[in-house]
Every structure is written in C-alpha cells, then in structure tokens.
C-alpha cells in the first residue's frame, strides 16, 4: 500500500486519528540504537536496498543494506545474519539468483532497532537487535521473521 498510495490512511495503536502509511515508513539511517527505541512517539517500518553474501556459516546468510552510516567518523554499511532456509523458503527467486551467482539488489523493509557492535576502535559493526535485549537478533527466530520483509 505504500508504495501504491502512500496517502493512504491507517490508524495504530498510538495514533488518536488515522494518518498517512507514508509517514511509518523511514529510510534506514533513520534507524535508532537498541538503547534509544523508547525514545520514539511511533513504531516504524524502515527500508533500504540490500544484497546477499555468504558467511562462515553454511546455515545462515549476510544481508548487506547498501546505505553508509557514519558512526564514530567511520564509514559502516549494515548488516543483518538470517537462516539460510529462511530466505530459500520465502524469497526463492531471490535465493535462487544469489545460488546461481547473479548479484542481485532488493529492497529490506524492518521494524528491528540497530545495534552498534565495537571490535576495535577502528572497527564498529552495525547489525540489528532483538527488541528484548541488546543483543543480536536470532538469526532463526521469529522475532527476525516477522520483522523482516523482502522485496
């Protein structure tokens, strides 16, 4: 519906009056650290185009979000780990392009808080977290599932 109508109007559940979807919907660098949700007025959706990459381990893949963020002046793209038969399940055209080698850009929508994890001082992830703990996300739970939209 957003993208189709983005005046649309709907109500949540901390809205007195309906408003437009497009005011749910922010561009990933408009995400906020795990420590910081509570100080949104509003849940959102945020989205950004993302590629997929293998790891270390066979069951799990990487989505890379191609949006730098600058954190301690350091350059960091974002990352997110997700079960491998996740993306093979509910996405297999995706999937199956990644498999057979074309690189492939897609658009991620989540409502999953970033989290800013220190390696070094000069180096600094960002991945997402769970909204129980400052922790990140399993990358084989429904928690990620149900926060986590491809297109």
Known sequence: MYKH???FRVLTNKSEHPIPIKYMFKF?????LF???NTLKYSYIYYCQAFLSETNNASVLRLS???PLTVDNLTIYPSLIVSKAHIENEYPDIYDQFVSGIET????FTTLPFLKKYVSPSKIYINF???QESAN???FSDE????LYIN
């Open 65 to 67: 979000f191609k949006c």
């Open 137 to 139: 996300v399993d990358p």
């Open 5 to 7: 109508n983005p005046d």
């Open 144 to 147: 990620l599932f149900y926060n």
């Open 35 to 37: 420590q910081n949700q």
């Open 105 to 108: 850009e897609f658009e991620v």
């Open 129 to 131: 977290s769970s909204f």
């Open 28 to 32: 990933l660098k408009r995400n906020v």
